[in-house]
């Protein structure tokens, strides 16, 4: 163990402040399911450590805007809500109630695949991400939101404070496959969501995890079934397209080809889903 401070401060105007003063040497985590393996195995080594557990960036609320989750709201408070059944969804699929417990939705973003089932969804929900530093606040698109393996487009003095969730008509579906029924690391999450004007989709989002670098939206497959009807055909294409759009990994999970091939039936079962809720006026 090499962490010689550990802060928890009471407030985001401390947490900024530790932050601003202390700059990337701090290691900033919140239920820190994943930063204290990291740290407990020799991985990380952060002289410093700030825990964001009391700092008031917790709870979920409605706003204007929609529905606004704190960043440090625990996946189980996230699993229990009932306002945006998909996310719900996602959080009760996502690791062991252990996990869920400690876990929170802001450090779900910085989880790397296979793991994140939370920016799955929440891309599927066009989600933004609220950030702060000493500067101000802003927000930005899930979907702008990842850069890379690992790499976010926080700034080094920002701290993510919140993610809002618009409210909007639509159904939608959440679907992870792995090696068990639970408590399992993604061979590959879908998550997918539409509105309809009589018979045809519209504002379709499909996301994709454990495929790729990090969570991904597949825009070509989106695009496949914007103001269509979600008939065999349709769905056909729109899974060749995902396909097509992911970059799958091989890991102790599942191999390259395996996530690649369970890409195309997760994601057609998950838009079938879709259709029927749709065609039920759910």
Known sequence: ???????????????????????????????????????????????????????????????????????????????????IPLLAEAAARTASWSVRNMGTVGGNLFTPPPGGDIAVALLALDATVVVASLRGERSIAVADFFTGF?????????????????????????????????????????????????????????????????????????????GRTPDADAIARAVAAAVAACEPFSDAVASDWYRRRMTGVITGRALEQLASRIGRGA
């Open 1 to 83: 163990m090499t962490v010689t401070d550990y802060y928890l401060p009471a407030s985001l105007p401390e947490a900024l402040g530790l932050l601003d003063r202390h700059g990337p040497e701090l290691l900033v985590m919140a239920g820190g399911t994943v930063a204290m393996p990291l740290i407990n195995e020799g991985i990380s080594l952060p002289g410093r450590v700030m825990g964001l557990r009391k700092a008031g960036l917790d709870g979920i609320s409605r706003t204007p805007d929609g529905v606004r989750i704190g960043a440090t709201t625990t996946l189980t408070t996230l699993a229990e809500q009932d306002a």
């Open 150 to 226: 690992m790499t976010t487009g926080l700034a080094l003095d920002e701290i993510v404070t919140a993610i809002v969730v618009p409210t909007g008509a639509g159904a939608g579906v959440f679907a992870k496959l792995g090696r068990k029924a639970a408590n399992t690391p993604a061979v590959v999450t879908v998550a997918v969501r539409a509105g309809a004007d009589g018979e045809r989709l519209r504002d379709v989002r499909i996301a994709l995890g454990a495929v790729g670098p990090y969570p991904m939206r597949a825009c070509e497959a989106e695009t496949v079934l914007e």
